[in-house]
């Protein structure tokens, strides 16, 4: 049996293609190009996956440390509890994963084994959301916020392309307790052209400024929140885009500042409203006693029918005109 | 009790072409699929369902129908046309697959597809599913009886072996569990990933019986196992080791590991289709020496 890391040969139709070709396509799930490079001087690092290397595209890191990428099998609450027991003695653990097989699959050993002792290791669970598309809700991870952002200890950060991924697995190699990056599958629009500015643990980045109302998006939604702020400033609606990348500690100062100086504060996440980044907007809004209004973007609390993530996006009203319309139905009706 | 039709081989060799030109059709509509998976099972498949299982396709929820559970949900595209055939859903409704809305995707939803007994997609759970199904149909007094379809990549998941622990301890005997060695996973060759073998040895070891299905294309072999593990007089779970090719039925998917997930373009489509199209066309001549019935 060959194992070639080609793609199928030029014998086939143009249009043809296997896994490994498709793989071309998720161009901004880098982790695995960034953990080659900060392993080169940190011999401690090594990158665990449950049969998912190729599809998370950290096989790389395979051809470089072989002896430091371990491929679990088809057993991911194995390979958690492996990553406690290496960051316990002495090695410093990257977990690849879909976010499915990962944060929702092994709650209990992240929770058990990795949180409450407080051990460093790094997860990232791609293909988060709703970007498994057709797969199904088996393979959706619209609750792994909510999973996760009650354990104590853990940090999660949501990169939402190449560069931001690349930025946040540099900032944080150091970082001696446990971290969660949910990220996507890879073919999302890039949102970034630089690093961002004054990035830390806590912090969000505010992509345009606007007077009318605030959307704090995570992943996906960042891009589409501002397609949707294009969409509307047509219309004279001042729209504000955070991109809230620290979903735990999430940025207190900018939800409080967006509700000081816009009317309407809006989260936009490919999540379940309950548990996810509208759920830790309202806490801060609510413990601060503010007045301002949130309207929370996301799944209302279904699981998501099937069909191409493209059309889901559509369809729940994800998508730029999907918030737009959200806003400025809210807008009106004040 | 047997409600669905008993088919001779040379109509069901014709059923499995019928599932593998549907995989290929299905695949091109989703724009994406698992052949591999797929093909690996089609004579299977064929068997248990036009063979073995007793169904009422016009009553789905029949109290004592025999159960099917797929541990391998990414191969479902594979049952879809035999639910279509047997007339649990309209043949219409596979031209929907994987569209928005569309109740057949990747993986089976038992609350939108009638004919699938459990939903799938995480890898290891629907074993698990089987021992309770088998459980409840034992108090129940049912003689249905469960057959739980893995792939061997699957058998990593330390739920399979809770499971497979339960129901040996339990005896179990009426499931059954079908592993398909079709010896590929996402990322590699198993025995690259994580070798389980020898399987025999553990399901023993975990109180069942295993039957070794030494090609799990040929029919011969694959009716004479089913004979025996559907014969009634099982006083254990059975679990039947298929060896079988990971891509059956179109040459360049057969040689090489990276059709368990992918995709055809017209051309190659025409191609898989055409050699798919000859087989069937060599079993409908007059068998020559050589031939060996697959």
Request: hydrophobic residues 45%; proline residues 4%.
């Amino acid at each position: 049996m060959s194992v070639s890391e080609t793609t199928v040969n030029a014998e086939f139709d143009a249009r043809t293609w296997d896994m490994v070709g498709s793989l071309n396509l998720s161009k901004q799930l880098v982790s695995g190009d960034v953990l080659v490079e900060l392993a080169r001087t940190r011999p401690e690092i090594c990158v665990l996956t449950a049969d998912l290397g190729r599809p998370t595209r950290v096989r790389v890191f395979k051809e470089h440390y072989p002896e430091r990428y371990f491929n679990f099998g088809i057993a991911e609450r194995n390979m958690v509890g492996a990553a406690a027991g290496m960051a316990a003695s002495g090695m410093r653990p990257y977990i690849s994963n879909y976010a499915c097989f990962l944060a929702v699959l092994a709650t209990d050993n992240i929770r058990t084994d990795i949180c409450y002792p407080n051990l460093p290791v790094k997860m990232i669970g791609t293909h988060s959301g709703v970007a498994m598309g057709f797969y199904g809700t088996s393979h959706h991870a619209t609750e792994d916020i909510g999973f996760l952002r009650p354990m104590a200890n853990l940090t999660i950060l949501a990169p939402v392309d190449a560069l931001a991924l690349r930025q946040t697995l540099e900032a944080t190699v150091d970082f001696e307790t446990p971290l969660y990056l949910r990220v996507g599958r890879g073919r999302e629009t890039p949102v970034y052209d630089a690093p961002i500015e004054n990035w830390r643990i806590g912090g969000s980045a505010q992509l345009r400024d606007g007077t009318d109302a605030t959307i704090f998006a995570t992943g996906n939604c960042v891009a589409f929140a501002l397609l949707a702020a294009s969409e509307l400033a047509a219309e004279g609606i001042d729209v504000r885009v955070v991109d809230a990348y620290s979903l735990k500690p999430i940025d207190r100062d900018a939800i409080l500042a967006a509700a000081r100086e816009t009317s309407l504060v809006f989260s936009a996440e490919e999540h379940n409203v309950i548990g996810g980044l509208g759920s830790a907007v309202a806490e801060v809004l609510a413990e601060a006693g503010t007045a301002t209004k949130l309207v929370r973007i996301g799944f209302q609390d279904v699981y998501s029918v099937l069909g191409p993530p493209t059309h889901l996006y559509t369809y729940y009203g994800l998508d730029g005109s999907g918030i737009a319309k959200r806003v400025r139905d809210e807008l009106s009706a004040r | 009790m047997m409600t669905a039709e008993v088919l001779d081989v040379s109509t069901l060799r014709s059923k499995a072409h019928m599932v593998r030109s549907e995989v290929l059709r299905l695949t091109e509509i989703a724009g994406s699929g698992h052949y591999g998976s797929a093909f690996s099972i089609a004579e299977i498949l064929t068997a248990l369902y036009y063979r073995f299982l007793r169904l009422r396709p016009a009553e789905p929820q029949w109290a004592d129908r025999d159960r099917f559970t797929m541990g391998k949900g990414h191969a479902m595209i594979a049952v879809y046309p035999i639910l279509a055939d047997l007339g649990f859903f309209p043949k219409s409704v596979l031209d929907t697959y994987t569209r928005l809305k569309s109740p057949l995707g990747d993986h089976p939803d038992m609350r939108k597809v009638p004919g699938a007994d459990f939903s799938s997609g995480s890898i290891g759970h629907n074993l698990s599913v089987s021992v309770g199904m088998a459980l409840a149909l034992n108090v129940r007094r049912s003689d249905a009886r469960v057959v739980c379809m893995m792939g061997d990549g699957e058998q990593a998941e330390g739920q399979v072996w809770e499971a497979a622990a339960l129901a040996g301890f339990r005896k179990l005997s009426n499931l059954i569990a079908i592993v398909d060695r079709n010896k590929v996973q996402s990322d590699d060759a198993c025995a690259t990933v994580l070798d389980m073998e020898p399987l025999d040895e553990k399901y023993r070891a975990f109180g069942w019986d295993v039957v070794h299905l030494a090609d799990g294309h040929d029919w011969t072999q694959i009716l004479d196992t089913f004979a025996l593990v559907f014969d009634g007089t099982r006083t254990k779970p059975v679990a039947i080791l298929a060896d079988t090719v990971a891509g059956k039925g179109v040459s360049f998917m057969e040689t090489t590991w990276q059709w368990h997930l992918g995709y055809l373009g017209p051309a190659d489509y025409r191609r898989a289709q055409a050699e798919l199209d000859a087989q069937a066309a060599s079993f409908s001549k007059p068998r020559t020496s050589g031939e060996n019935g697959r």
